[in-house]
Structure formats: C-alpha cells, structure tokens
C-alpha cells in the first residue's frame, strides 16, 4: 500500500535560517509528488509538484524540492526562511496508475525572529 | 476567479443525526474529491466525484455518501455521525481527475469545520 511519511512532526527554525522538511514515499514504482502548505484553519496550497523530469523543481514562495529515487525522498527546501513562513507542510503522492491522494501528516513550521 | 468554496464553515452537530456539506469547485473544473483531515493528522481521501459519479473511494464506511451535481458541485452527506467524525472537511477540485490521468493540481478550499458533541 501507497504511504507517505514526514519524520517531522515539528520544527523551529530562526528567521533567515535555511529549511529542510522531509518527505519519504513507499510505492514500487515513481509516483507524482506534491507539496503543500496549509495555514490555520485553512485548506492547502499548492507549493510545488513533481510529475518526470529534472528531479528539483522550483515553487511558489521560493521553495524548492529533490526528487531522490534511491531514497524514495523528496524534501522541501528554502535558503531563508521569513517569519510569514510559519504554517503546516504536508506532502502528498499519487500513483501513477490512479487518482487517489495520499496524504502525510504534516510537519509544522514555527519560525522565530 | 472564483477559487473552491465549501460551506459552511463551520457546523455543530450532535451523535445520531445527518449533515450535508456543499463544495462548489474552481471555476473551469469539473472534478471534486472530498477529504478528511482529523486534528494532528493528514488529509484522508473520502472519495472523488467526476461527470457526477463517485469515480474513487477511499477506507470509509457507507454513512459518508456524496453527489454531484450537473453544474460540477458537490455534497459531502455523513449519516448517524460518530463523535470520531469530528474533524476538518476539505473539499479539492480539479480538471479532470487529478493524478495519473491529468498533470493539472488539485485545488482546496478553505474546508468546514465539523464538531460532534
């Protein structure tokens, strides 16, 4: 069965600091990737998406992802966060044989000054 | 644009009764797929509705039904709701079924907030 796990449940980083949220996938094959940012009370937005090719993909809000096949990964990353940053992270994957979303549990982002 | 607009936004019920929540999607989509998202965890697909048929299901029981509708919105509909129904509904359009058949993303809205006393 199709699983998404995000290691961390919460991480503080300093303003201006680099980011790295984590992302690991169980699926045979290489699935479409999908990272999301969800504020309070609120539903998702699309932060970034892999479907084939370069293996880092560029964002909305400066974010980045790898695409790590070997390590079944694909990580959020930002050179420096600013404070607006602080929300929810939540990766996703579907298979590319079907539809269905799959969800980790998300990673929530405190950032201090 | 209209993005996706779910209402309401929030809803408080009891155990025991029914509940019917709406989701009109992104303009120029034509796909909705409903999600739970209890408190602390990740969105859990409850099932997707496309040319106004339940396309995918996912591990719920038969008390979640949905519908949609010819203009391309949708009801979410939960029966005899459990205390353990309490969470955030998030409702997700696309074009087209999003996913293996359709590299256009999912669209969220802002969700309702369900609470079982």
């Known amino acids: 069965a199709q699983s998404v796990t995000q290691p961390d449940i919460h991480i503080t980083v300093s303003e201006g600091a680099s980011l790295e949220l984590r992302c690991n996938y169980s699926?045979?094959?290489?699935?479409?990737l999908f990272w999301y940012v969800q504020s309070p009370g609120q539903g998702l937005q699309l932060l970034l998406k892999?479907?084939?090719?370069?293996?880092l993909v560029q964002g909305i809000k400066g974010f980045e992802a790898e695409f790590k096949r070997s390590q079944s990964s694909f990580n959020l990353r930002k050179p420096s966060v600013h404070w607006s940053d602080a929300a929810v992270y939540v990766c996703?994957?579907?298979?590319?044989?079907?539809?269905?979303?799959?969800f980790g549990t998300g990673t929530s982002l405190t950032v201090i000054p | 644009d209209a993005g996706v607009t779910q209402s309401p936004t929030h809803l408080i019920k009891t155990r025991g009764q029914q509940v019917t929540l709406r989701c009109s999607p992104k303009?120029?989509?034509?796909?909705v797929s409903w999600y739970q998202q209890a408190l602390g965890q990740g969105p859990q697909f409850i099932f997707q509705?496309?040319?106004?048929?339940?396309?995918q299901r996912g591990n719920f029981p038969d008390r979640f039904s949905g519908h949609q509708f010819p203009n391309y919105s949708s009801e979410l509909n939960v029966n005899a709701l459990l205390l353990g129904d309490s969470a955030l509904y998030l409702c997700?359009?696309?074009?087209?079924?999003?996913?293996?058949?359709?590299?256009?993303?999912?669209?969220f809205g802002d969700g309702t907030r369900l609470s079982i006393l």
């Open positions: 303009s120029g989509h034509d796909t």
């Open positions: 509705y496309y040319e106004e048929e339940e396309r």
């Open positions: 996703a994957v579907v298979t590319n044989t079907g539809n269905q979303f799959y």
């Open positions: 699926y045979g094959a290489t699935p479409y």
């Open positions: 892999y479907f084939s090719g370069d293996t």
């Open positions: 997700a359009s696309s074009l087209r079924p999003a996913g293996a058949y359709s590299n256009q993303p999912q669209h």
